[in-house]
């Protein structure tokens, strides 16, 4: 979300405040009725969108209820939508949805292709915009000093483009951050938090795909404030910030003192700051963010998947007390679940957005799947996730997989549980969400911590089976009978999560699983390498099953066999 100067303009906190609330409130009015409103969500779609080219072919103008629209609209994934997605941006009209897109949000999959999603006007006001705004309650309602200064949040995800990339009907191809809404959809209150700090729009010249040098130059910009909450959406980027403290400290404290940025005058020198700055850092022997930040309150971001396993010990880094929230349950193609309180990790499903079809995670998503509604999930139970929406996405798999923490007054609250690909090298069909918990379960066991974690499989030496490779950067060292406890653990836990790696460990096709343990830095260095390819850092995101050869050499620094 580009940057708006209206956070600057008397009255646009209260403004945003009382818009974010109202939202939030009506979403929750929302799940009173559940059945109602996605049988509304439905009768909408299918009547603006019958005429277009998919509604005609699947016969909209027929379907009265769920049970007809899944007889006539088989389970799809992006490549079933592409044809038609490709034809639209071309500039063919009313294929998907009878609304032209005027934006096209990018989403790099599991595969890293990039994807064009369609963003429609109708798609914004009636699925995204009451999401979006109530996405940011418990933020502003629990730590309201986050709007009181446009300098209070420290937004990792903001990245405007002045120049932004283009289909072929002329529409920008961009991330969701990157889109003014206010000017692409009349919505001025939409700019996030952060997005009018001195640092949301660089002031200097700097490449649009040089990535590190402009998280470099907002860094030091923000040094000389008194930041309280961190935006990041993707963990990885808040992760990130400790490392790139330390990485480019004399360069910032250098600048502050000279007044210059990214080696261009830049405002007035500032020898008291950079003086306090290297007390700060001779002190505490090296420097973290509660030391530059001492104020800092809030991390927003994902929580689940493999930042579960590392975020507690990276919020010391922010602070004592400091809170986690969580970023809402949604990809580029839409919403699924908001959290509307101070939960940990679980929104509840945003049922006036989408019709929400789920199907058990351990099953094969095939077009003719049978899937179930919200009413008849289960708490504590895993799924894949449809949805079909006013934008043109219909019975539409987006490879995600939720787990369903609770149900309240009959809704469900569901979290991120990871991808849907899974690991399956001999038939262990491996989820990310077992092997997540059982790390969580080792690590719980021994005391340990982590950095961070991926893993491989790989051939094991003497001709064995073919074993898991799990390759931890642990916070301080572990010892030998630590690791070869920790090893035996996960290995039980993984047996526990799943009985297909139960059986293939019992029938000899999988060896026990193996540590390779890197340095604490390892994965951040990784993560660097991969941005200051190009890559945005938004995309560049925890990988728990790293099979890759590159990319398993480049972050373990060793052959591949």
């Known amino acids: 979300m580009t940057a708006n100067r209206g956070w600057a303009a008397p009255g646009h906190a209260d403004r945003y405040r009382e818009r974010v609330l109202a939202e939030r409130d009506r979403l929750a009015g929302a799940l009173e009725d559940m059945g109602g409103q996605q049988q509304r969500v439905l009768a909408d779609l299918l009547a603006f969108n019958a005429a277009t080219e998919f509604g005609t072919r699947h016969g909209f103008d027929r379907i009265r209820d769920i049970d007809d629209f899944r007889k006539a609209v088989p389970v799809q994934d992006y490549a079933a939508h592409a044809p038609l997605i490709e034809r639209t941006a071309a500039g063919e009209p009313n294929l998907l949805s009878a609304d032209r897109p005027v934006v096209y949000f990018t989403s790099s999959g599991s595969t890293g292709a990039h994807k064009k999603i369609p963003v429609t006007p109708r798609f914004m006001r009636t699925t995204f915009f009451p999401f979006y705004y109530a996405a940011w309650a418990p933020l502003i309602e629990n730590f309201p000093d986050v709007t009181h200064r446009p300098d209070a949040v420290l937004n990792l995800k903001h990245d405007p483009l002045a120049a932004p990339p283009t289909t072929a009907d002329g529409q920008p191809h961009v991330g969701a951050s990157q889109?003014?809404?206010?000017?692409?959809?009349?919505?001025p209150l939409s700019a996030e938090l952060g997005t009018a700090a001195p640092w949301a729009?660089?002031?200097?010249?700097?490449?649009?795909?040089d990535h590190l040098e402009k998280m470099y130059l907002r860094l030091r910009l923000a040094v000389q404030s008194d930041v309280r909450c961190l935006i990041g959406i993707?963990?990885?980027?808040?992760?990130?910030?400790?490392?790139?403290?330390?990485?480019?400290?004399?360069?910032?404290?250098?600048?502050?003192?000279?007044?210059?940025?990214?080696g261009v005058p830049h405002g007035s020198p500032d020898p008291h700051r950079a003086a306090e700055l290297e007390r700060l850092a001779e002190h505490f022997g090296g420097v973290s963010p509660a030391h530059v930040w001492p104020r800092i309150r809030a991390l927003f971001c994902w929580t689940t998947g493999v930042a579960s396993l590392y975020l507690p010990s990276l919020r010391e880094r922010f602070g004592i007390g400091v809170a986690a929230l969580p970023a809402p349950v949604a990809a580029s193609e839409g919403p699924v679940g908001v959290p509307l309180d101070r939960h940990g990790s679980a929104g509840s499903l945003v049922v006036s957005a989408s019709v929400y079809e789920f199907v058990d995670a351990d099953a094969d998503l095939t077009p003719d799947v049978g899937t179930l509604l919200p009413h008849e999930l289960e708490a504590g139970r895993e799924y894949h996730v449809l949805f079909s929406h006013v934008g043109g996405l219909y019975?539409?798999?987006?490879?995600?997989?939720v787990r369903v923490v609770d149900l309240v007054g009959g809704v469900p609250r569901v979290e991120y549980a990871g991808r849907a690909n899974r690991s399956d090298?001999?038939?262990?069909?491996?989820?990310?969400?077992?092997?997540?918990?059982?790390?969580?379960?080792?690590?719980?066991?021994t005391g340990l911590g982590l950095v961070n974690v991926t893993c491989r499989v790989e051939q094991a030496p003497d001709g064995a089976a073919p074993r898991y490779l799990f390759a931890v950067a642990p916070h301080t060292p572990w010892q030998d009978a630590e690791v070869t406890r920790f090893a035996a653990l996960l290995d039980a836990a993984l047996q526990r999560e799943s009985a297909d790696y139960r059986r293939a460990r019992t029938d000899h096709r999988l060896s026990a699983p193996a540590l390779r343990l890197l340095d604490p830095q390892a994965f951040h260095r990784d993560w660097h390498q991969a941005v200051g390819s190009g890559i945005r850092p938004t995309q560049v995101k925890d990988r728990l099953f790293r099979q890759d050869d590159t990319l398993w050499q480049r972050l373990t620094g060793t052959p591949t066999s």
């Open 234 to 262: 993707n963990p990885a980027m808040i992760a990130a910030v400790p490392y790139q403290l330390t990485l480019w400290w004399e360069r910032i404290v250098k600048e502050v003192r000279d007044g210059t940025l990214g």
């Open 395 to 401: 019975r539409y798999a987006v490879g995600d997989v």
């Open 179 to 187: 889109v003014d809404f206010g000017q692409k959809f009349g919505e």
């Open 201 to 209: 729009t660089l002031p200097v010249d700097v490449a649009p795909d």
């Open 425 to 445: 090298a001999v038939g262990e069909r491996l989820r990310e969400s077992q092997v997540i918990r059982a790390l969580r379960t080792a690590l719980t066991s």
